[in-house]
């Protein structure tokens, strides 16, 4: 993915038993609407799920009556095992243009 390097998508449709595995979607496929794809490190891929990430997966792909309309989940478990520091982007809008002040530096010779 070249929106976030080190990552692929799965869907979590073929995550149903405990003996379970991550699976990566190739880059040319289509993501299909109303369905839940999980974004994880290239290094989870091919690895068991564990029973708490099997559970959250369900319960998040389960609980479409609850779902809110276009709202996008970010389950715990994924988001613990990420060794990176999450960081929050500041919206544009808010930023005021970069103005420097200059000042003539004097040499006495």
Do not use: C
């Not at 792909?61 to 609850?66: I, N, S």
């Not at 990176?84 to 808010?94: D, G, K, L």
């Amino acid at each position: 993915m070249l929106e976030e390097p080190g990552h692929v998508v799965s869907p979590a449709v073929e995550i149903s038993g405990s003996n379970s595995r991550f699976s990566a979607m190739k880059a040319d496929e289509q993501l299909i609407a109303r369905r839940v794809y999980i974004l994880i490190p290239l290094s989870r891929v091919r690895s068991k799920v564990t029973e708490s990430e099997l559970a959250v997966v369900k319960a998040a792909a389960g609980d479409k009556k609850k779902a809110k309309r276009h709202s996008s989940k970010v389950l715990p478990v994924v988001t613990e095992s990420f060794d990176e520091e999450i960081v929050t982007p500041i919206p544009n809008h808010r930023l005021r243009p970069w103005k420097p002040s200059l000042e003539p530096i004097s040499e006495g010779i």
